[in-house]
């Protein structure tokens, strides 16, 4: 049986999919928490990262090492950067960037060393199959959500997209840096913390990794307002029904 591994940065993103896990067991490594157990027929450990790209890649190391998961997940929110791409869509990446990378001279801005490479890309087939769960969720927002949540957030035809995100240790919430990585990186559609340092280790390992992202802000100078209830009560859920969606359907491994 395949093992799907999830990973979350932080628990108000992981809340949702563990509730459905009612039967899963603890297992601890590295001071963190691995929820092992079955959803929707499959075998899935699940995990919070926690933030960042180091601790994103560690988790994600001990992920493949320990538990031997054909395929990672990483489901969170990230920033919208992209024209079009608003709070309440959601980013499937088709690769990722360490916006931060700069070792230059010696090597390309964003180029990593010693890969001769800045983008890592994410499992085609994978990343395509959770565009389309996600996109079958997204045009029952209202009854995933709730009209009141959608009035709150003002979230209106929530639409799925597919693209670069980029990643870097630094929660970016003004306008000046947003602009500064659209220029830098005019394909962004959006910018989080933790996905491209998991890409490359998934790189390093040739397993199957996608990332799925909740548009929480615009990365501007509003960028803190209602995260963490954004989280719950937006992200989580869409979270929770894109991968039960993804693994319904999922051909059988």
Known sequence: MAVIG????????????????PDEQRVVVAGRDFWVGQWQGYAVVAVLSRIGK???????????????????????????????????????????????????PLFPRHEVPLYGRALFEADAALSAQLAEAAQQVLQSAEWHLGPDTLAQFQLSSPKVHQGLIVSGDRFVSTNAESQALCQALPDALAVEMEGAAVA???WDYGVPFAAVRTISDRADDAAHADFNRFIREVASRYSRAILSQWLAKRPPV
């Open 6 to 21: 999830i990973m979350s940065a932080l628990h108000e993103e992981l809340a949702a999919v563990l509730a459905d896990m």
């Open 200 to 202: 490359q280790v998934c």
């Open 54 to 104: 180091v601790a994103a890649a560690t988790t994600a190391t001990v992920m493949l090492e320990r538990f031997g998961v054909d395929a990672l997940v990483f489901t969170g929110v990230a920033g919208g950067l992209g024209p079009g791409v608003s709070v309440g869509d959601v980013v499937v990446a088709s690769g990722l960037v360490q916006h931060d990378m700069d070792a230059s």
